[in-house]
């Protein structure tokens, strides 16, 4: 087939198709965000507002603006990952694409996990794990999408800080409440 009577790759990730894409890439994370928020809300009050906490602990009406800002932020970066694999020939470029988005995906698992088992399960140790896993998960996925698209990297570092920010108050924590529920095990 020659190039005049090709379709382009990138024709189903332009226009109408690619607004979309970029509605449903920030969707997802807050979706998965939201469902997570679910389980947060209800712990706040009881089981949360009982724990001994830091002197930087913020305080807790931050989170949600925050995390708001950084779903959108990582859907965008997502989308602008996704679009480049439409705008190359390159089976590499595409394959590197791939990878890309999967470890996007695995990172936004292990962020969807982490509220219910530290605020559903109430597991703080179980959750310095989860979001341990989060944070290496999360660097490679910057790494990743820098390599293909430096804005979509850009666009996660400050998901990164604040998911290491939040990885050191979960460690501290555990520290402080080492008889809360799941605190020992």
């Keep these: 087939m020659d190039a005049a009577t090709r379709m382009p790759r990138s024709a189903g990730r332009s226009g109408r198709g690619a607004v979309a894409a970029l509605v449903a890439s920030m969707i997802l994370p807050l979706a998965l965000g939201g469902a997570g928020g679910i389980v947060t809300t209800r712990a706040l009050p009881t089981w949360y507002a009982e724990l001994a906490k830091p002197a930087w602990n913020p305080p807790p009406w931050i989170f949600g603006p925050v995390w708001t800002v950084l779903y959108l932020s990582m ?12 705008e190359t020939e390159s089976p590499e470029q595409r394959r590197r694409v791939r990878l890309a988005l999967a470890a996007y995906g695995l990172q936004l698992g292990l962020n969807a996990v982490w509220s219910p088992t530290f605020f559903g399960l109430k597991r703080i140790d179980l959750a310095l794990a ?47 409440n080492p008889d809360a529920e799941g605190g020992d095990a």
């Design 75 to 86: 859907g965008i970066a997502a989308w602008l990952v996704w679009r480049r694999g439409g």
């Design 130 to 176: 989860v979001i341990a896993a989060l944070v290496v998960t999360l660097i490679e996925t910057v790494r990743r999408f820098g390599q293909l698209r430096r804005p979509a990297a850009l666009l996660l570092l400050p998901y990164l800080a604040w998911t290491m920010f939040a990885t050191a108050l979960n460690a501290e924590l555990w520290r402080l």
